[in-house]
C-alpha cells in the first residue's frame, strides 16, 4: 500500500481551506457550493424501509436481495429506457466511489495498463487507476486515443463537473470503437435523473448499444436523487460477464452493502414521486444561481444537466475561488478535475433554499 499511497496526487480539498476559513468569515455565515452533499431530508417511506428490518440479524447477500435487483432493473427500464438487463446482473455498491475507485484492480488491471478517463473528470477515476498500478490517459475523443488500446474507458454523462451530455451518436462509437479493441466501457450515471436543458442517455439504451450489453458496465447511486449520500447506496449493472467477475470478487473481499440499506434503496427505486420531488428542489435552485451569476458576469459553459454549474470569467479559476470566497460563498476550481480546468469553477446546487437565496443575495450586490 505505500507504493499506492506515494503513487495518488494530494488530496484536492485540502488546498481549499484557507478558502473555506475566509468564506466562515463573513457575517452572514459561509454559503457552501463546493460539493455535492445533499442537504434535503431522506423521505420518510424511505427511512422507514431502512428501519424495517433493523431487527435482521444474519449477513446479508453481497449480490443484494432479489426484491433490490428486481427493483433496479424496472427503475433503469421505466425511467431511462433501459433494455435487456438481467436481474441477476445487478450488484449494489457501497456507494459508488467505491466501486469507481476499485474498479480497475476488480477487472485485473496492473502494471502497463492504460485507463482512460474524460479530459475534466471526477478525481477517483484517475485515482483508481493509479491504486491498480495502470497508467491515465485523459481524452474525450476517440481520434486522441490512436492505436492505443486501453483495458477500460470511463464516461460520464451528465459530467461532474460540467454538466456536459453526450449524445446518442457519441456514446454509440465509443461503445462501437470498445467492442471492436476489447476495451471494457464504464459508464458513471449517478447524474442520469437530473437532465435540465438536454435528456441524457444511458449506455443501458439500445440506441446506443445495439441490444447487447457486452462488455459495458453502469454505474448508479442514489445519493443525489433521493439524498442517500449518507447511506452509501449505489449499483453496477450491465454485461452479466463482467458483473460475475465483480460479484466473485466482491464476495471474498467481503464488499457487502448492509441489509436496511438495501432496503431502503429497493423502497426508493420504487418511487419516482421521491426523485421528482428532489429535481424541482435542484430546478429551483440551479435557476436562481444561473440568472445571477450570469448577471454578476459570468458564463455559464454546458450544465445542461447534473448537479453542478460550471462557470468562468476566463480568469484563473483559483482567483474566482478567491472572488466568491470574499463574499462569503465558497466553490471548487475546476483545476480539481484536470488541466483543462483552469479557468472554470464548479458550483453545486447543493445548499438549502435558504442558503442559496443568501447566496443569491450577495451575487446580487
Known sequence: MARARSALPDFPWDSLTPYGDKARSHPGGIVDLSVGTPVDPVAPEIQRALASVAEVPGYPATHGTPELRAAVVDALVRRHGAAGIEPD???????SK???????????LGDGDVVVIPELAYPTYEVGALLAGAKVRRADGLTQLGPE??????LNSPSNPTGRVLG????????????????????DECYLALGWDSEPVSVLHPDVNGGSLDGLLAVHSLSKSANLAGYRAGFVTGDPRLVADLLAVRKHAGLIMPRPVQAAMTAALASDDVLAVQREKYAARRDSLRKVLQAAGFRIDHSEAGLYLWVTRDEDAWQTVDWFAERGILVAPGTFYGPAGGKHVRIG?????????????????
Do not use: F, I, Y
Not at 446518442?168 to 459508464?187: F, I, P, Q, T, Y
Not at 445548499?351 to 450577495?362: G, I, K, S
Open 149 to 154: 488500446r486501453p483495458k477500460l474507458l470511463w
Open 349 to 365: 446546487l447543493t445548499a438549502t433554499d435558504e442558503r442559496v437565496r443568501e447566496a443569491v443575495t450577495r451575487l446580487d450586490t
Open 168 to 187: 446518442v451518436d457519441h456514446l454509440r462509437k465509443v461503445v462501437e470503437w470498445a467492442r471492436e479493441r476489447g476495451v471494457v466501457v464504464a459508464s
Open 89 to 95: 446482473a445487478v450488484l449494489p455498491t457501497v456507494g
Open 98 to 108: 467505491e466501486l469507481v475507485a476499485l474498479l480497475p484492480q476488480l477487472l485485473g
